[in-house]
């Protein structure tokens, strides 16, 4: 277990941002974004650089009201850049929504472990992976690429530890319908350094074609040290969500995603590039800020960047 | 810059916890708590296994109207561990003080920064080194230990970037006067991973016989990032605040010191020894927060520990 990162190799080159917090973020927020301002976040951040986003999910408007309006967020957000759009499906009439609106690719989803699987979809991993076969072919044949999410994939609220066979298992199955891009979700934040190692090597082994993606929760303040331990495991693609929109559906008073802007930061003094203007990206965070109407976790928001000195009047301070 | 860790080489075994929250926390927290809140919250941290303490400091009352009490404090910890106390001296009259109230070292402080120092302790560094030879002989003729802590080690508020060399410079005089404990104090938060690894790097070779200690702040949210950097890097010893005690004195909304108890989580979940129980210092950050009468910025005391498992029917989820 006391095991530091991947020798003394070079980190990667560039990294891919996956922006999470339309979804992902907005859905746990408990007030409704208007469908307008949606789109506005989005295409700032697009104008901030970010060419990956999580956009939507077309899923049960009952069962996620946030979500409601799929369909007229994927008509209003900007296309000229060439920034690709996904959004969840949670089955073929989810899939066949999202393709009509011109989503760049599919996300399916599900748990690595069997309670939240159950609790999350309604039921078993083995049903999941049966009715993502028929979404994955009918998605083939349109032409329209699908990735795969594994929740849960570094612990489960209800189980606790969740085995790191379960996440290859559900992975291989994925791979083996043709999807090449996989994220593992640390939904409620248990993810540690050791287990980022172990589940990065493992599927490096088991599913070389696939392009890891990493998706951590800062509930427990590891958030980012996890983030870099896969970098230092070469992975190149990571999710986040812009200001750390989003919560924890457990614990009331805990964070969720990792802030996008502090990730890039993060990215950015380790010399890796992201291709976004962190400037505006803080600018955008503030806006997401305003329209959730409560203090956002990210920190770079408040601070400002590294270099952003102080006039020497400013206050007293009389500490080591 | 894009480096990763330090080879595949093991992580330190054990790593001791030096908690900064009575001053370094309580200084910057605008209420002044009462000297008995104040002694229980130390001798509550005590029995959760912490053996460590910067405790309190002999500056003058009306520069630093929180410290008031140094002796006091003194007075009312527990002792019976073994654990040690010791307090920030800013001259040869606190040094007698702090000598007299019986601590276990004398902590003298300066910053790597010209413009820093002359804000902080309104003299020039070669003044604060000049002051600091007279202190070290006196406390060494009574056989008190003296640390030394250099702050804006990774960057100052007023001047941006602060070289290696200006740290190394003051390492090297701290080692000439007999000093064998050095601090590196990360006083805004501009700390990042490549910053810790040259100056754990550039200390390690310049001053091979002084135990580095490593006080980061989360101002930017990477200050477990760094710690985890220098873990990778050997160090073993590093500063925190239970809850995240303490502010940054720039930026009203920003965090300042890393919590205890979210650096004690990631060690124990990389197999690194501590010491400590991490249950007990969630039930001492609770009452820290309680005290002070505002959210800590602490996550684990929010979010619980990892395997903390909730029931199945505790709240409706629908996200991947």
Do not use: W
Not at 170 to 180: F, N, P, S, V
Not at 193 to 209: F, H, I, M
Not at 282 to 298: F, K, M
């Amino acid at each position: 277990m006391r095991q530091a990162g991947k020798a003394d190799s070079p980190l990667p080159e560039h990294v891919e941002i996956v922006e999470v917090g339309p979804r992902d973020g907005l859905q746990s927020e408990p007030v409704f974004v208007p469908t307008a301002r949606k789109v506005e976040l989005i295409n700032n951040l697009v104008a901030a650089g970010i060419r990956h986003f999580e956009a939507t999910s077309f899923v049960s408007p009952r069962a996620v009201p946030q979500m409601r309006d799929a369909r007229e967020v994927m008509d209003g957000v900007d296309r000229s850049t060439g920034a690709k759009f996904t959004a969840l499906v949670p089955n073929m009439k989810g899939a066949e929504r999202a393709m009509e609106a011109g989503v760049d690719a599919l996300v399916l989803f599900m748990s690595a472990s069997q309670s939240h699987n159950l609790k999350n979809v309604n039921c078993p991993r083995e049903t999941s992976l049966e009715r993502f076969g028929e979404i994955c072919a009918f998605a083939q044949s349109a032409s329209v690429p699908v990735q795969g999410a594994i929740a849960t994939s570094f612990g489960c609220p209800f189980e606790g530890n969740v085995p790191v066979e379960d996440v290859v298992r559900i992975a291989k199955a994925y791979r083996d319908m043709g999807i090449r891009i996989i994220s593992l979700g640390d939904t409620t934040g248990m993810a540690t350094p050791p287990l980022v190692q172990e589940r990065c090597r493992a599927l490096r082994e088991a599913v070389p074609e696939v392009e890891l993606t990493l998706h951590f929760h800062n509930t427990r303040g590891v958030g980012l040290v996890c983030a870099y331990t896969g970098l230092m495991e070469g992975v190149t693609r990571f999710e986040a969500s812009i200001g750390g929109l989003g919560g924890c559906p457990f614990v009331p008073r805990a964070t969720g995603n990792i802030p996008t802007e502090d990730l890039v930061y993060m990215l950015h003094e380790c010399g890796v590039e992201t291709g976004i203007d962190l400037d505006k990206l803080v600018t955008t965070a503030e806006q997401a800020e305003s329209l959730i109407g409560r203090t956002l976790p990210g920190q770079v928001m408040k601070a400002g960047p590294r270099l952003k000195t102080h006039p020497m009047d400013m206050v007293a301070t009389a500490n080591g």
